[in-house]
């Protein structure tokens, strides 16, 4: 995990992995949704998405911003699920609006700079 600062305030990524898959992509992401004051989803196609390349992987990354109110007071979530093995890796930064728009070229490249060795999952 590690802060990412700027005068819009503090965001906070982590990177973990979870065995299997990780207790689900539909609970993870209504967790998140949740975290952003979103309502749940009843099904994964409800939730626009897009595919990301890691490591060569097919990932799934989501963007999740409540849309009521100002941009300043909004949280908002970039997280990124990419199946691997035995185990779902998550990818997840969570902060201000403003602040995740303004490091959203800087977590895709974190992402593209991820290599999985054969050693680990």
Known sequence: AFEVGEKAGQ????????????????????????????????????????KFKI???EATLFDLADKQGEPSSRGRILACVLPRKNRTWFF???????TIENNK?????????????????
């Not at 207790?23 to 994964?44: A, C, E, F, I």
């Open 11 to 50: 965001a906070r990524a982590t990177i973990m992995a979870l065995g299997g898959n990780g207790g689900g992509m539909l609970p993870n992401l209504n967790r998140w949704r949740n975290q952003v004051d979103l309502p749940p989803l009843k099904d994964l196609s409800q939730q626009s998405s897009s």
């Open 55 to 57: 490591d060569g992987q």
């Open 92 to 98: 997840k930064m969570m902060g201000p609006y403003h």
């Open 105 to 121: 070229v800087a977590f895709k490249e974190l992402l593209s700079s991820v290599r999985f060795s054969e050693n680990n999952n």
